[in-house]
């Protein structure tokens, strides 16, 4: 990628609640809440933030599977119904499985590069709970490639990341790196356990670590992973607000209410191959190469990580991917608390996708908001210290087993 | 015949009822998944569901449909591995519903009695009534070339004397299911003493394949589990007579009823689980053990008062609890009835008398809910009751004496040969009737 031409921004951060079992509201029997209201009250939020829809000049929404976890497509045309103000203005939605909000940031950002706006709302939604999970692994299965569902498991992303945790276990020994997965699913409750909005926020199991371990079944799931090893099935929103200099002007809004956007990188792998190595993630590695290449920092710079734990295997290998652990060291890493918030570097402050929740096309886009809040301190009970002389965060947002990648990296705004 | 060739062609009686229903749905889907797991097509196989109302059979079309479907979602890895060869089928949905399509496949609802004359096994569930089962049995086997095998899901007829009398050369076997039998685990067995002994075999694969919690039981009217709850029923009653002496009928059925639900650590009080069961049918098994049993008098006065003033309880086709002894919102009690006054009573003002009039509950006592999901369920009880011990109040003296009769009539069955052992009575009781603790305990 070429340096960016001018400065990009982000502001106005917002998150709905991750609605899905673990929240007291959630009633899976009753009519829950739809696309239209997380639509609205995350792209009210973050319109109320800047002063109003008239300072947007272009929408962007970052969604999966509307198309059939609620039969609706053409998500673009919602933008008008979240504020008038967006009427007869441009909106497209973006969609890359489970990276679909990390890809709508892109769109936002380019369009700011572009300079064919100077502010763009980036919204990423999904509600997933309107089908019983064993039709919404049908659903998310088309995040991977349709030839190979037949022979997939049931829960077919599971299943994938299972047989990337039975490989792990053949290299690098069964218990070890359960003990990394246990640690990484209790770091990842504790921190939900600090922000409202999230799905595990009202958590309550006191040995976290000992439910983590429970023991895989096969007969009602995968060999190798059990429920707590997987990110949870959610409904919600996250937005924000991609901006340049001079959009932020307009807005009368300070840099102090703001992260800079230093470098990032969105690649491809080819979704019809088999991983070359079931024990590594190497699109992910290489992604976190080229945003960190783009920014001109290495890790020694970040202070804290969002990235994509859609299971504690994938957590566990990003880890690695990103360098904080040679292979087969990630789980010694996790263990030993090193990604805790008090640790060497907090990853996922508020829970990530197996903690806070993980509305598939949103995620991305709640990475970036968690990053903003605590680079302008507005993480609440969450709030980690960011280090001066290490001002940067980055986030990873993964479609896929592997396959497309958005590494963004952040910094508090030097003025 | 092989087992599965057994299960090819098999007819239930009475298969719209509340429990030949549950039967039709654990034996279609067990006919399916044998065909399955044998690479056969399901629609080789039938079960006629035969019974005499064609609207109740819609009704079971309906409940299977949703029942199958719900069997099939949590089955889904299995089901992807049975189909595998089929490459039509890709989707999760796909296969589920092509499994749900299978299995009713199998079923064939009528009305008429001709279906079961090509069966090889046939269950029966109509009503507790030995004549009709002795009717429908004989019949059958005059009309049926195969020799069919029968199995009755009567919980109280010896199946020796059915045997006799419908002259099936030892074709028949009890299963008795409990209800739901689709959920409930238990299931009793009992082998009268002239019996097929290939028969026993394919009953005992069936209840293995079905992953049913088993008890043998002797060829006793009533068996264990009514054996116990019938006599159960008897003592309440008894007690309840008693108190009247001191107050009136609802105040001393609110009381025995409390005292059997709470003090005992039980879901429900006995004339709650009456009324659950059905008066009237408490009365036919009652009469049934009655006939059968010598020096005993197996009676019960006040539940024939009740019947015959309609009073009877037993559920509505949608599974609600109708009212009975109790009258019911919503499954929770809100009056007691009056056989004088033939009115239902609130609750408030009686459960207030009644509350005052047993005494404080023990301080280490938990509800039954709480109870059956400790982990420390055993010591949690014992201190329960080493409390319950020590304490004179008329509830502790009333459940004291619940508790030893309750033991006394679990050591009965054993030594009057209907139970082959004391644990067998307790797990009837703590499967079948979800009791915390079985009957027959050193806790007192």
Redesign the interface.
Known sequence: MKKMRKRVFLTAGYNTISMGTGRKEFNPKKQMPGLEHYLKQAGQASIAAIGGAHLIDECVVGNFMASRFNKQAHLGAFMPMIDEGLRYKPAVSTEGACASGGLALLIGMRSVLAETADMVLVIGVEVQNTV?A??G??IL?GAGW?SK???G???FFPGQFSNRAGAYFEKYGRDYARKGFAKWFAIAIENARLCPTAQEYENTVEDLEKLALTEPN????TDHLTVFDCSKVSDGASSIVVASEEGLKKAGISLSETVEITGWSQLEEDITHEPDDLTIMSTMAEATKQALNTAGITINDLSTIETHDCFTIAGILSVEAIGFAKPGEGPTFVAEGHTSRNGKIPFNTTGGLIGWGHPTGASGVHMAVTIWEQMTAKAGKAQIEIPADRPYGMSINMGGDDKSLVAIVYRKPVH | MNYNERLSNVAVLGAAGKMGSGIVLLTVIEMANRCLIEGKDPCEASLHAIDVSPSALNGLMKYLRTQVLKSAEKSTIQLRKWYSGNPALIENEEIINRYVMDVLSVVKPSTRMEAAWDAYVIFEAVSENPDLKVKLFSSINEHNPNQPWFLTNTSSIPIGELNKKAGLNGNIIGLHYYNPPAIQKLLEIITPAEINPHLVEFANQLAGNLQKTVVHANDVAGFIGNGFFMRDILFAVNETMRLTKEMSLPQALYVVDKVSRDYLVRPMGIFQLSDYVGIDVCVFIMAVMNERLTGENVQCSLFEQLMKQEVMGGQFADGNQKDGIFKYIKGQIVAVYDLNTKQYIELKAIADVGDSFLGPMPASWQPWKLAIKSRTREIMLQQYFDELKQMQTTGAVLAKAYAINAKQIGQQLVRNGVAHKTDDVNTVMTTGFFHAFGPVNDYL
């Not at chain 1, 096969?218 to 799931?221: A, G, K, T, V």
């Open positions: 019983k064993i039709y692994a049908d299965a349709y569902r037949k022979e498991h049931a829960y096969p007969m009602f799931f």
